[in-house]
């Protein structure tokens, strides 16, 4: 990638829906090349979609984190447990992490009540937890999707 590159990819990321004329103007080029490099970006995966961003407070969402760590990190046990997360519409995110658990999901739920339901239909029927751990956020601070090229 060179910098007209991240220069398309610096203003998709202000405007998803900006023209390939648009994008034109930010970098320099002409429309043509430009829309080239966006669909050579898309097609190598670096653009991965483009989708609406939603306030998941105003549709009535809030945050939880769960740690979640394994009683065995064997093969089968990981792979169940990540197939089972990428199936949970619930939960926005996963990360393996290092530390006292082993893994960090975020979790969007209408309610403490409808976390609840979740634990006790998601993750106190999966096989392999050992111990859950859940922080609520109490507000947002900082929300960027926008990454730092």
Excluded at 32 to 40: F, I, L, N
Excluded at 64 to 71: K, P
Excluded at 105 to 131: T, W
């Amino acid at each position: 990638m060179d910098k007209t590159d991240i220069g398309i990819l610096k203003a998709l990321q202000e405007d998803g829906r900006a023209s390939a004329q648009q994008l034109s103007e930010k970098v320099g080029l002409s429309a043509a090349p430009v829309w080239r490099r966006v669909k050579a970006l898309e097609a190598s995966g670096v653009i991965q979609g483009y989708s609406a961003q939603v306030d998941r407070s105003k549709v009535g969402l809030g945050c939880m984190f769960a740690q979640i760590s394994l009683e065995r990190h064997s093969a089968n046990t990981v792979e169940n447990f990540e197939r089972s997360v990428r199936d949970a519409p619930e939960i926005l995110e996963c990360y393996a992490v290092t530390g006292d658990s082993d893994f960090l999901l975020k979790i969007l739920v209408e309610s403490p009540e409808a976390y609840d339901r979740f634990l006790h239909r998601f993750l106190f029927n999966m096989p392999g937890i050992r111990q859950t751990r859940t922080i609520v956020a109490l507000r947002e601070i900082k929300h960027e999707l926008k990454l730092p090229l």
